[in-house]
Every structure is written in structure tokens, then in C-alpha cells.
T-cell receptor, first 111, second 113 residues
Framework: TQLLEQSPQFLSIQEGENLTVYCNSS?????LQWYRQEPGEGPVLLVT?????EVKKLKRLTFQFGDARKDSSLHITAAQPGDTGLYLC???????????FGKGITLSVRP | DTGVSQNPRHKITKRGQNVTFRCDPI?????LYWYRQTLGQGPEFLTY????????KSRLLSDRFSAERPKGSFSTLEIQRTEQGDSAMYLC???????????FGPGTRLLVL
């Protein structure tokens, strides 16, 4: 069974602070996705990382895929209240075409 | 492109009733997926279609659940004889043939009383 563990589970920070959250697994994935989900809505895709060691930037968000393609991190610079939400990572292996999700990280950014 | 749409957005039903949800994928996407998400958890895979063929079903999909995609476009997910444990958010996603980048709809939140 492939498991993705996300940490920390909850994070509450002040506007303007930086943060890094993690997504770890013992399994190798061919790609990994990060989504953000707001209450009562579906997950919205932020990024897909494919190559080991790959770094992708999306405005103030920086995503990194581990060299062994087992883990990933998300760094947010100068967090804003609009960044508040549930951040989900999901691994894809291709063999069975499904995404395996972690439980998510609940981020709250206080004004 | 209007993205993935799902109807209804909310459904309240009594235990034992049947419910049906609809998903309309992004128009050029061959693959369509159903996931279920309960409080405090990430989405869990239920089943997926490539065009009209249902290619995989999770063990989570009991015999009370059935999904169809008759013309390879929209899909329906039916739950028969609902139980309180079926209360969850049901999410639909679609993708191109590669499958790795999946776009989700807004979900249907089901509450079984």
C-alpha cells in the first residue's frame, strides 16, 4: 500500500511569514501533484512535478520533488490570508492511473 | 473550457434511499475518475473510465455502488440503499490519456440521515 504522509497536519501563521511543509512516502512515484482545497470545494491543481530534484515556482510558492521521487516540499514566501486552505499532495505511478493522496495540511494565515 | 462540473452540489437523503450523481468532464479528456473524501482525509480513489470502459474499481466500491459512462462523455455514480457511512464528498476528476494531471470538479456533498 502506498502512503503519503504530510506534515505538519495543521499550521497557523501570521501574514508575511515564510513556511515549508512536507509530503513523504516510502514509495517511488512517477510524478507528484500539489492541490489546494477550500471548504466545500474540489481540489484545485497547483503544480505537477515529474523529474527527481525538480523545482517549480508559482508566484510565492516553490515546489520541490525529491531526488529519489519519494518526497516533496512546498515553501511559501510571505504568506497571505488568501493562502489559507487545505494543501494536498498526491502521487501518481502510472501503473494503476489513480492518484494516492495524503491527508493534507490545513494552513491558516492570520491578517 | 468550463472545467469539470458536478451535479447536484449537495444531496441530503434518508438511509435506504438511492441517489445518483452526475459528472461532466473537460470535453477533450478521455479519462474520468471518481473519488470519495471524508472529513479530515484526502480523496480516496473509487473507479475510473477510459472513454466508456470502466478500467479499475477500488475495494471501497461495494456492490451498492455503480458507475457508468455510456457514451464516453458524462458519467453517473449511483449508490443504492444508502447508509450513514456513505456520507462524504464525492469528487469527479478528468484527465488526458496520460492520467497524471487530473482536474477536479467542485464535488457533491452527500449527507445520509
Amino acid at each position: 500500500t502506498q502512503l503519503l504522509e504530510q506534515s505538519p497536519q495543521f499550521l497557523s501563521i501570521q501574514e508575511g511569514e515564510n513556511l515549508t511543509v512536507y509530503c513523504n512516502s516510502s514509495s517511488v512515484f512517477s510524478s507528484l501533484q500539489w492541490y489546494r482545497q477550500e471548504p466545500g470545494e474540489g481540489p484545485v491543481l497547483l503544480v505537477t512535478v515529474v523529474t527527481g530534484g525538480e523545482v517549480k515556482k508559482l508566484k510565492r510558492l516553490t515546489f520541490q520533488f525529491g531526488d529519489a521521487r519519494k518526497d516533496s516540499s512546498l515553501h511559501i514566501t510571505a504568506a497571505q490570508p488568501g493562502d489559507t486552505g487545505l494543501y494536498l499532495c498526491a502521487g501518481f505511478t502510472g501503473a494503476n492511473s489513480k492518484l494516492t493522496f495524503g491527508k493534507g495540511i490545513t494552513l491558516s494565515v492570520r491578517p | 473550457d468550463t472545467g469539470v462540473s458536478q451535479n447536484p452540489r449537495h444531496k441530503i437523503t434518508k438511509r435506504g434511499q438511492n441517489v445518483t450523481f452526475r459528472c461532466d468532464p473537460i470535453s477533450e479528456h478521455n479519462r474520468l475518475y471518481w473519488y470519495r473524501q471524508t472529513l479530515g482525509q484526502g480523496p480516496e480513489f473509487l473507479t475510473y473510465f477510459q472513454n466508456e470502459a470502466q478500467l479499475e474499481k477500488s475495494r471501497l466500491l461495494s456492490d451498492r455502488f455503480s458507475a457508468e459512462r455510456p457514451k464516453g462523455s458524462f458519467s453517473t455514480l449511483e449508490i443504492q440503499r444508502t447508509e450513514q457511512g456513505d456520507s462524504a464528498m464525492y469528487l469527479c476528476a478528468s484527465s488526458l490519456l496520460s492520467g497524471e494531471t487530473q482536474y477536479f470538479g467542485p464535488g457533491t456533498r452527500l449527507l445520509v440521515l
